[in-house]
């Protein structure tokens, strides 16, 4: 069974950054694509980004193109989304979640190509 956990969340001014991490236990990393998503209150969960499981390509939602990175350490076991000029709309738990696709697909949006999942980190970011 695969074992998430999310840190780095927390408060932030608008326009700053944070560093979100998520370790992974309970199966064989770099066998793993890892996507993040967030959900809102009140709000549907939407894809934020995806990550090989080499770390040779990445998907990301248009909303956050140019300010978050998604990277990986296989030898971790360890992903991270680093964002950057945060905005308030982006307040939301951010979910880790990791998919036994072979690679990123047009599903690889989608929350129900994803097998486990974490508890979630809120990042609130204020204005």
């Known amino acids: 069974q695969v074992q998430l956990v999310e840190s780095g969340g927390g408060l932030v001014q608008a326009g700053g950054s944070l560093r979100l991490s998520c370790s992974a236990s309970?199966?064989?990393?770099?066998?793993?694509?890892m996507g993040w998503f967030r959900q809102a209150p009140g709000k549907e969960r939407e894809f934020v980004v995806a990550i090989s499981r080499s770390g040779s390509t990445t998907s990301y939602a248009d909303s956050v193109k140019g300010r978050f990175t998604i990277s990986r350490d296989n030898a971790k076991n360890t992903v991270y989304l680093q964002m950057n000029s945060l905005k308030p709309e982006e307040t939301a738990v951010y979910y880790c979640?990791?998919?036994?696709?072979?690679?990123?697909?047009?599903?690889?949006?989608?929350?129900?190509?994803?097998?486990?999942w974490g508890q979630g980190t809120q990042v609130t970011v204020s204005s």
């Open positions: 979640a990791a998919s036994k696709a072979r690679a990123l697909t047009s599903y690889t949006t989608s929350s129900s190509n994803y097998d486990y």
């Open positions: 309970g199966y064989i990393f770099s066998n793993l694509v």
